[in-house]
């Protein structure tokens, strides 16, 4: 079964640096990886997905992540946070029967 | 807007009681999911219907039955609930294998 492990429970920033989530992956087939936010009492957002196309994805709100077969990585990046981005970040692995498996998450917090 | 709607928004029962949560999508997703998650954790996989047909049930207690009567809608029925199964379950739809979720805003289950 596919797992995904998201390597840090709680990361820092202060507005206007840059934004690093790490999620690494397990899974024997070839994956689809996505990352969601959820801010407080909200629901679920999609943010990006990768699907075999292009290893590198764009998603909303200046997000990106890389996907690295050889590190069966994705992590999330973007260039410069800001206060709104404080939520939390789920990586999500899926197998090619429906199974959706969510990461631990990770607390983002936006320091002024 | 949420194009997947659950009801109610918020549930309080007691141990006793029978419930039924609600979820419904008009964007012709096939594959519907429902997720248990507790404060400060990820969402966690309950059941997943494919085409109508339970593909996968997490080992999950029978006090939960869910049923999906067509492919619009999925409900989750509950009877004889402990107070641990208090959270947040969220319902989930999308096209299918490697497709992103798209998520209702969830029911907030209080058992007391």
């Known amino acids: 079964a596919q797992s995904v492990t998201q390597l840090d429970s709680h990361v820092s920033v202060s507005e206007g640096t840059p934004v690093l989530l790490r999620c690494n992956y397990s899974s024997s087939y070839s994956p689809s990886l996505f990352w969601y936010v959820q801010h407080p009492n909200k629901g679920l957002q999609l943010l990006l997905k990768y699907t075999s196309a292009a290893t590198l994805v764009k998603g909303i709100n200046g997000f990106e992540a890389e996907f690295k077969k050889s590190e069966t990585s994705f992590h999330l990046t973007k260039p410069s946070a800001h206060m709104s981005d404080a939520a939390e970040y789920f990586c999500v692995v899926s197998d090619r029967n429906n199974d959706m498996r969510f990461g631990a998450g990770t607390r983002l917090t936006v320091k002024p | 807007d949420t194009e997947v709607t659950q009801t109610p928004k918020h549930l309080v029962m007691g141990m006793t009681n029978k419930k039924s949560l609600k979820c419904e999508q008009h964007?012709?997703?096939?594959?519907m999911y429902w997720y248990k998650q507790k404060a400060k954790k990820p969402p966690e996989l309950m059941f997943v219907y494919s085409y109508e047909k339970l593909s996968i049930n997490e080992s999950v207690p029978s006090r939960f039955s869910p049923e999906c009567p067509n492919s619009s809608l999925l409900n989750l029925h509950l009877h004889a609930l402990q107070p641990e199964d208090s959270a947040l379950y969220l319902c989930?739809?999308?096209?299918?294998?490697?497709?992103?979720?798209?998520f209702g805003n969830g029911t907030r289950l209080t058992v007391t």
């Open positions: 989930a739809s999308s096209q299918g294998a490697n497709s992103p979720l798209h």
């Open positions: 964007m012709g997703h096939r594959a």
